[in-house]
């Protein structure tokens, strides 16, 4: 294999599994060792400089990091890397001195934002520092579009939602609430220098079966039903509810509807649990909250009886798993279930009726515009697109990242520079070495077992509406949880002309990732090494030729824990441990990084 | 010497032999030896060869004496039993364990210094004995632990790392052995564990005395261009003459060799040490002409590595002495101390 290129930045960044998994790239590690050390504010600043709702995500975020951790292939659960986000929020002191503000002389450009979700308000975080004036229009009457209707108040309490919102409004953002934009042409005719579409995916899909109009008084839209209960209108339900489909949509209505007067409510699958859509995490606090979740029923009609729901039916599946582990459902009876209100969690989808067919942004085959993937630019300059907007419902994290590159499209579109300019990354790699075999990091490795999250007792959860059901870590269980971090980020670096190949590091590593071995090509290379390299996402470290036999030094990147064993063994200081720091550019810096 | 204990992380890939225990339940304590000594890879290589062999950890005694090399039974089978005695008085403890308990597998862990200066009279008549045991010696050519003065197996000429060159003879201790009558006689590299693994097997599963003299760079005072030892000055001039193999007695012998190729030396378990690689000319059973053939070679430079010479069918001492099959300990009191009169009617027999 040809040496491994460790100049470019990707290739430590990927070893980092958190911060690669990231949409928006949040250096884990590093906030995770400032709660280690107390320092919960500069924890908070480092997350906001990626994911600028530390808070909001901290208790909701869809978490693409976890499952990426590299604790969870070591021993079975990864670290609690979300909840901890949420400890730098709750428990870090007071920051508004070191939030971004509007300078006072503005650059002239005018941008417009359609939509005051997470993916705009992105847009205005970056764009108002730089001088931008920027006006949102919002057809609700509050900001933070799915975060405020779709998100329950339990999950994410209303303070937390508006005090992040605020540092963004706060420098200084014009913006129109309850003020629905009816035409793109209209708003293009107001002159501004660029038009950002950060409208999500507000449309929920329907079901179109027998009796769905004459029920229609008992059956709702999941995301349209959670808007209502979030602004207030509604705030009752009937005692038998079914949820159609087991996605975080539909957790969240079932949670919901426990709390306005359900009191038995099904969550009706059509395919097995292994299938579900929702977070496994999601699915365990519906069922902490006595919702039963049914499988393999499949929706067939409404039943109504003198204008009145009386239930629905289904029909019956019993799966197997069939040759090359396909789902195979043979179908059994048809039952009936009575319900006095049907909840539709179906999925969404955006939807831009709005938006003339004549202004250069075209669409694709399902009504979707068509958007640049790197720069979010639609068809028509000048036009960018964001968040649930531009490529269907994701989440939260996908959204702010979105934000982060149209605003960095925006910047370039509005100096004249092609929005294809993307600045670079970098990196920073600085040894850890303190003495001869202490390093500036805690390189000892702790079995401890992943902390519990604390609920609020069942019997006070459906008080209120707002009771938030996560009580959140203590200080003593974030500490206890940091420290089970593997700092993938203090990396393994190895120079080539000092090894005398001893042996040291191979005897010494603790999960057999290191061999010195004669080359070969990299499907060779995985089967005769120390340990076979079982894992073909996690990347191989080839060194070039080593000094004395000419053979080389390979590292099996998938279970290096980092305890820095093959440096302190070392006699040459062949390998080193080195903290890397990635540098995100964002518009108008150059690619730098927080990190102390 | 570091600070923090191995993780007890582990690769889920790794397998368990037929105890039920992986590779990793074979170690011992954290070395604090020097980063980068060779006698840190043979704890490596002794570790994978017990946990290859199947052997329950408490079936085993390790001995040492004093030195580097001997601090090293620490850091391998914590799961043992151990006894870490005098400086070079370690074959005298062995040979004792061995008479009180032939149970059990024993290990012996010593050094240049430890055998073949302090130790040298002591390991001789191990040898001698024939005491059912693996002797691994564990060979830098320097007094690591005294700040690296020459040692009884410095090469002369070899230079120290001041630069005074080394002006007495050297002691072999594989020809040393084989003057001595040993009958399983190996040489070989910490660097190079394919060939050290399997000697090591070979050796423990050997009855009788085994002499494992492995090269073992000192990475602080004997890591240097004038040196003999080093890695480099050992990877240049290391000459593996003879490659062998261990085959457990139930394993199927499905590999095939051209004819010729591979010698079967059958062993008192029923194994066999497969040698797959031997010169023209040269027998791994006929010991004079090994001795004839090594020191043809190694005037030329080269350290021929290897199991250099096999007699499986040497008397050990258990068998010379005539002593009873069951450990001492699990003799009933009775045997062990018959009483008065029998102690009486043994001295009468001498009048």
Known sequence: MPATNVHNPEYFHKVVDCQWACPAHTNVPEYLRLIAQGRYADAYMLNRESNVFPGILGRTCDRPCEPACRRGRVEEKPVAICRLKRVAADLREDVSDRLPTAPAVKNGKRVALVGAGPASLVVANDLVPLGYAV?????????????????PSFRLPERVLDEEIDMILGMGVDVRYATRIESMRALLAEGYDAVFVGTGAPRGKDLDLPGRAAASANVHIGIDWLQSVAFGHVDAIGKRVLIIGVGNTA????????????????????????????????????????????????????????????????????????????????????????????????????????????????????????????????????????????????????????????????????????????????????????????????????????????????????????????????????AREVERCLNCDVQTVFTDERCIECDACIDVCPVLCLSITPDGDAADLRGRLSAPALNPEQDLFVSGPLPQTGRVMVKDEDLCVHCGLCAERCPTAAWDMQKFDLLIPYAGKRACSASR | MSYIKKPSARNPSLRPNALGLTVRDYEGAMSTLCAGCGHDSITA?????????????????????????????????????????????????????????????????????????????????AIRRNVDALY??????????????????????????????????????????????????????????????????????????????????????????????????????QEPIVEADLVPPAAEITAEYAAGAAVDVRMHDGGIVRFTKIPEGYDPGDRDAVVAYLRAHQSTGAIPTGLLYLDPSGSEMHAANRTVATPLAQLPYESLCPGAAALDALQRAYR
């Not at chain 1, 919002?138 to 933070?144: F, H, I, Q, V």
């Not at chain 2, 290990?107 to 008549?125: F, R, Y």
């Not at chain 2, 632990?145 to 003879?169: I, V």
């Open chain 1, 251 to 478: 957790m969240d209505c079932c949670r919901s509807a426990a709390r306005l007067g359900g009191a038995s409510i099904k969550v009706m699958a059509r395919k097995p649990r292994k299938y579900f859509k929702a977070s496994p995490w999601e699915l365990e606090d519906a069922e902490e909250e006595r919702i039963e979740i049914v499988v393999d029923h499949e929706p067939t009609a409404f039943v109504v009886e003198n204008g009145v729901l009386r239930g629905m039916e289904f029909q019956r599946y019993e799966s197997s798993e069939g040759t090359n582990g396909r789902l195979v459902q043979k179908p059994l009876d048809v039952v009936f279930v009575p319900a006095d209100d049907v909840i539709l969690a179906l999925g969404q989808e955006n939807a831009f009726p709005w938006i003339e067919r004549d202004l250069g942004i075209e669409t694709g085959a399902w009504g979707q515009p068509i958007v640049d993937a790197v720069t979010f630019q639609s068809t028509r300059p000048g036009v960018f697109f964001g968040g649930d907007a531009a490529f269907g419902p994701k989440n939260i994290i996908w959204a702010v990242e979105h934000g982060h590159q149209a605003a960095i499209s925006i910047h370039n579109h509005c100096r004249g520079v092609p929005v294809g300019d993307r600045p670079p990354r970098g990196m920073r790699l600085v040894s850890t070495k303190m003495g001869l075999h202490e390093w500036a990091y805690a390189n000892d490795y702790n079995p401890a077992k992943r902390e519990k999250m604390v609920h609020v007792d069942l019997a006070w959860r459906f008080e209120q509406l707002d009771v938030e059901v996560e009580l959140g870590f203590s200080p003593a269980q974030a």
């Open chain 2, 45 to 125: 290589a002794i570790t994978r060869a017990f946990y290859e062999l199947d052997v329950a950890p408490h079936m085993v005694a390790k001995l040492s004496g004093i030195g580097c090399s001997s601090k090293t039974p620490t850091y391998f089978l914590s799961g043992a039993h151990g006894f870490n005695s005098a400086h070079g008085r370690m074959p005298a403890i062995l040979t004792g364990a061995s008479a009180a308990n032939r149970d059990l597998i024993y290990i012996g862990v010593s050094g240049d210094g430890d055998s073949l200066s302090i130790g040298l009279g002591q390991m001789s008549h």
């Open chain 2, 136 to 237: 691994v010696l564990e060979n830098n050519g320097v007094y690591g632990l005294t700040k690296g003065q020459f040692s009884a197996s410095a090469d002369p000429g070899s230079r120290s790392k001041h630069g005074e060159p080394n002006t007495q003879q050297a002691i072999d201790p594989v020809l040393l052995a084989l003057s001595l009558g040993a009958t399983f006689v190996a040489r070989s590299f910490s660097g190079d564990k394919g060939q050290l693994v399997p000697i090591v097997k070979a050796g423990l599963r050997h009855r009788g005395f085994a002499l494992v003299d492995v090269i073992s760079p000192c990475v602080t005072f004997n890591d240097h261009e004038g040196s003999t030892k080093s890695y480099r000055y050992t990877r240049g001039h």
């Open chain 1, 135 to 151: 006006t949102i229009f919002e057809a609700l009457p509050a900001p933070g579009g799915l975060m405020r209707s779709n998100i």
